[in-house]
């Protein structure tokens, strides 16, 4: 209540006045060889933004008793911007009030905990048999997050409660040392980890590490390959929706900046971000109160469309497209992805298999990253098999995809299996991390640098 | 603060506790298309309580000080709940001397100084040949520490530093730099006309050949490089079987010319302070010397499992164990710069070190503004990967440059490795 009656208080000061609050709770249990570190988190914070003759000024603080001094900061931070910055800036956001949540049918943060530590000693019990196994990492978290917008004519209050589990298996075999890391996540409640086959995902989690034990180094080269549906939403997240991204096209960082109309990609591509997608990356409104309504970033390979924030949309003379997102209210909002959607193409997997005659299939990943500006992209892939005369042959380690993506987009095929990728997965932007999704299908890449130890 | 002094008090009855508060001041002034954009500024709050009882531990954490009596519950209900750890933990009974170190001239800028440094960064990059600058974000932040323990410890510091960003480009090249300091002995026109030269010396890379070549890691390369190397020197990546050098204390590990020591007080070294986590006094760690694996560094916790001190390397409360360097400082040789890159592949940064298996050391990874230099003619290449094992790669020292930067926990020299292989 004390920050509305403030907005009402300063907004005649400014051109603009808003504030976010999050107030978040949040567990982690982590299990590493049977030893538990047991981690609580309960943590409040506001930032309030001010816009003056087009310039913001944000101050932030974890105290609410000293809301009033932290507007009258942004207040003269903004005023003080304004000595540095000429220009104009247009707030184009309806007024909403609604309120929104994702009802858990079992609140994670009230299950008994020793249910929990139960099933993670479980998961570790089901690696005791292999020898080979030296390490076992297993980590279940809990968040719950209450977000609330406020300026002088929107109000709105979203829930979130997400479940995840990740696990990270070490294992070693004559002198050579292999691992792998899988994260399984929903936005929901303790139900999903109620129903998750611990047993089974362990056993596949086994398997595949004493694959890579056995696995081969792939042969160093430019190769076709084909992605799986979660490398494929790395590769569209990393290397073409941040370069979708306004904020990239209004500094000239990204390779897509002057390219809108053009064609960028193989018509088989159609691109979406979409935040409605049951998936990880999934919200009502943005951060800075715009409804999440969906952009179609490449449409049968013309790009068409820019992710923006307020501050974008109105320096490019655009509509706000409701990705104006932060990882807590003490940072400025950045137009930043939701979930990264590939439409549906006409190949089935085994189409796909037969158009390659000596390749790779990568599947799932360790990371990746891109340099917007020349667009070379480098992704490690969590698994990765050779392709030879159109069949999936021998399992290959410590493989690492690279490309460009101008020269990548243009020779792409396009698989018939969409599916969400259901990780825990976080986009890095700034030093801010936002929860992000995907729901791709499988690719093809006519070319691309296939990389290990040679 | 009163809130641990309570928190300690109060969380006796339930077995050792230790907190810690972390108060941060922050102000970010942040640059685009050469000109100013916006300014963010506040404080954040943070404290940890951990409890422990027997071979039992939680943590808790919260950034509203009034919680600090729900915090301490919730410590205490996930430590009744854990599973016992192997060895009983000890806390820290030995008292740190306190040092305050803040830099009076960091204390003293504002906005408008902070706006003021920045410019004279961009100023010169622009004049450089037509880069721009597309982005710039220079950081003021301050930040008190308190510690108290059951052993009776209370003990604080304080620190203060600036960090500046520098993103040029122009068409589809680009140059970035980072720094970092704690006495504000940053040339500001000099890191911005070096990094417009190496926008503009990226500009129409040429692809090459796969082939094997010298490698030159530059300041930012080097430090992804040697950080994914130090995993393997933290004691719990050793107890957790995580570590390649496990076991191979006394053991030449790497070339000789590389000598590693981790150090706590290094005066204005970046991650210096007083004491690490734990309370325990921060100190002087040889790692590798002259390529011979000397130690690991350890928190209590690790150290007790292994029979040793703790090192001062407690990284944080929030895992048993945790540990982590404080200024980790690869020892400089005596190459000038013009020398160590002369016929080589030079490389600023690296994409992809994060993905690096560490343990088994096997990489693959992309240069970004990487250069192959012929006589002091610079060539810019472009979408190449350079691939191998970390721990042959380290074997392989070639020379080592005589001047260190540090722009994070890694102090080093640029590092020359022999025949690398590069994927063109």
């Not at chain 1, 003269?76 to 800036?89: F, G, H, I, Q, W």
């Not at chain 1, 493989?399 to 997965?425: A, F, Y």
């Given at each position: 209540m004390i920050l509305k009656s403030l907005i009402k208080k300063y907004s005649e000061d400014c051109d603009y006045l808003s504030v976010l609050v999050s107030d978040s709770e949040g567990q982690v249990i982590n299990m590493e060889n049977g030893v538990s570190s047991l981690i609580s988190n309960n943590d409040l914070t506001y930032g309030v933004r001010a816009l003056y003759k087009g310039c913001w000024g944000v101050s932030y603080s974890n105290d609410l008793s000293k809301a009033d001094k932290i507007f009258k900061q942004a207040l003269?931070?903004?005023?003080?911007?304004?000595?540095?910055?000429?220009?104009?800036?247009r707030i184009e956001q309806t007024a909403l009030k609604s309120f929104k949540t994702i009802k858990p049918k079992i609140d994670p943060l009230s299950v008994d905990l020793n249910d929990k530590i139960k099933k993670l000693n479980e998961f570790e019990k089901s690696f005791k048999n292999d020898s080979r196994i030296k390490n076992v990492n297993g980590v279940l978290v809990s968040n719950k997050i209450k977000s609330n917008f406020i300026s002088i004519d929107s109000d709105l209050t979203q829930e979130f409660t997400k479940v995840a589990f990740r696990a990270a298996i070490t294992a070693s075999d004559k002198g050579l040392i292999q691992n792998t890391f899988k994260s399984y996540a929903r936005l929901g409640g303790y139900e999903f980890i109620e129903s998750f086959n611990f047993n089974k995902n362990a056993k596949e989690l086994a398997d595949k590490v004493i694959m890579l034990l056995k696995a081969k180094q792939p042969k160093l080269g430019r190769f076709p390959v084909i992605c799986d549906d979660t490398m494929t939403g790395l590769f569209f997240h990393e290397a073409v929706g941040h370069a979708c991204e306004a904020d990239a096209i209004l500094t000239k960082t990204s390779i897509f900046t002057g390219k809108k109309g053009e064609q960028v990609a193989s018509p088989e591509i159609t691109l979406l971000d979409d935040p409605s997608v049951d998936d990880t990356g999934f919200y009502w409104f943005d951060d800075e109160g715009v409804k999440a309504a969906g952009s179609t970033l490449i449409k049968r390979g013309v790009l068409t469309g820019y992710l923006h924030n307020l501050t974008t949309a109105s320096l490019m003379n655009e509509k706000p497209t409701g990705n104006g997102r932060v990882e807590s209210p003490s940072y400025l909002p950045l137009p930043r992805m939701s979930n990264t959607v590939l439409k549906k193409g006409s190949w089935s997997f085994d189409e796909l298999l037969k158009e390659v005659k000596r390749g790779y299939y990568v599947k799932g990943f360790k990371g990746g990253e891109v340099d917007p500006v020349t667009g070379d992209f480098n992704f490690g892939a969590s698994e990765c098999f050779s392709i030879i005369k159109g069949e999936i042959a021998g399992?290959?380690?410590?493989?690492?995809?690279?490309?460009?993506?101008?020269?990548?987009?243009?020779?792409?095929?396009?698989?018939?299996?969409?599916?969400?990728?259901?990780?825990?997965?976080y986009c890095g932007k700034n030093n801010q991390d936002v929860r992000v999704g995907d729901k791709c299908p499988h690719i093809l890449i006519k070319e691309a640098i296939i990389g290990g130890r040679d | 603060m009163e809130e641990i002094e309570l928190a300690i008090k109060q969380g006796r009855r339930y077995g050792d506790v230790e907190a810690k508060l972390t108060i941060e001041d922050e102000i970010d002034v942040s640059f685009e298309n050469n000109k100013f954009k916006d300014v963010n500024l506040g404080t954040t709050v943070n404290l940890g309580i951990r409890v422990t009882n027997g071979l039992k531990h939680g943590y808790a954490q919260t950034s509203n000080l009034k919680n600090w009596r729900r915090c301490l519950i919730n410590a205490v209900k996930l430590m009744k709940a854990s599973n016992p750890l192997a060895i009983k933990p000890v806390l820290n009974n030995n008292k740190a001397m306190p040092k305050s170190s803040l830099n009076k001239k960091i204390d003293g800028l504002g906005i408008n100084e902070l706006i003021s440094l920045s410019e004279q960064a961009i100023g010169s990059a622009n004049n450089f040949k037509g880069v721009g600058v597309s982005n710039s974000i220079i950081s003021k932040r301050t930040t008190n520490n308190y510690f108290s323990n059951s052993e009776g410890i209370n003990a604080n510091y304080k620190s203060n530093v600036v960090e500046f960003e520098i993103e040029c480009t122009k068409d589809f090249a680009k140059g970035y730099d980072t720094r970092c300091s704690r006495e504000l002995n940053i040339n500001f026109s000099d890191v911005g006309l070096k990094t417009a030269e190496l926008c503009f010396k990226s500009l129409n890379p040429i692809k090459i050949e796969t082939r094997r070549v010298p490698v030159v890691l530059d300041y930012l390369a080097a430090e992804n490089m040697i950080d994914t190397l130090a995993y393997n020197l933290l004691a719990d990546s050793v107890i957790e079987n995580r570590s390649f050098f496990k076991g191979k204390e006394g053991q030449k590990v790497t070339s000789e010319m590389l000598t590693l020591t981790d150090e706590g007080q290094l005066t204005n070294g970046l991650f210096s302070r007083?004491?690490?986590e734990e309370g325990t006094k921060t100190g002087r760690t040889l790692l590798i010397d002259n390529g011979v694996l000397r130690g690991f560094v350890y928190d209590l916790y690790t150290a007790k499992r292994a029979g040793r001190k703790s090192t001062g390397n407690c990284s944080s409360l929030i895992k048993r164990p945790s540990v982590g360097f404080n200024n980790l400082i690869v020892k400089a040789g005596s190459a000038s710069k013009e020398d160590i890159i002369d016929n080589s592949l030079f490389i600023n940064q690296l994409l992809g070190t994060h993905m690096i298996n560490y343990i088994s050391g096997d990489f693959s990874v992309s240069p970004n503004n990487a250069f192959l230099i012929k006589k002091g003619v610079w060539t810019p290449l472009k979408n190449i990967m350079i691939s191998g094992n970390l721990f042959e790669l380290f074997n392989n020292i070639e020379s080592i440059g005589r001047d260190q930067r540090q722009d994070n926990q890694i102090m080093t020299p640029l590092i020359r490795f022999k025949d690398v292989q590069v994927i063109g």
């Open positions: 003269d931070s903004a005023r003080t911007s304004s000595n540095y910055l000429k220009r104009e800036l399992p290959c380690r410590d493989v690492t995809l690279g490309g460009n993506t101008l020269l990548t987009l243009k020779n792409i095929k396009v698989g018939n299996d969409p599916k969400p990728s259901r990780l825990s997965s | 007083p004491f690490d």
